[in-house]
């Protein structure tokens, strides 16, 4: 069993950045995919980035391709994501999911954490 949390989330005006973090408990994930998912009030949740066990592969959503770069720290059990130059339309609660594949993250993963809320003012 891995528990996840999430860290980071908050207000922020546009154009500015956040640091999330997604730190895990239980056992190690060290060998899977992570990967950050949003939700969005009235909306579906989608993916929004994902990371190889060896960090060598990381795929994004168009939308944040550019702007946001998630990262992972094997040693410490935490996956980043690094979210720059922030629109309104990010706004939404983001939560890291661990997968049971090494690659990619799927529709259905593993484990998810609870979330925490991104919130970017205009």
């Known amino acids: 069993q891995v528990h996840l949390v999430e860290s980071g989330g908050g207000l922020v005006q546009a154009g500015g950045s956040l640091r999330l973090s997604c730190a895990a408990s239980?056992?190690?994930?060290?060998?899977?995919?992570v990967g950050w998912f949003r939700q969005a009030p009235g909306k579906e949740r989608e993916f929004v980035a994902s990371i190889s066990w060896s960090g060598e592969t990381t795929y994004y959503v168009d939308s944040v391709k550019g702007r946001f770069t998630i990262s992972r720290d094997n040693a410490k059990n935490t996956v980043y994501l690094q979210m720059n130059s922030l629109k309104p339309e990010d706004t939404a609660v983001y939560y890291c999911?661990?997968?049971?594949?090494?690659?990619?993250?799927?529709?259905?993963?593993?484990?998810w954490g609870q979330g925490t809320q991104v919130t970017v003012s205009s």
């Open positions: 999911a661990v997968d049971q594949s090494k690659f990619i993250v799927t529709t259905s993963p593993l484990y």
């Open positions: 239980g056992r190690t994930f060290s060998r899977n995919a």
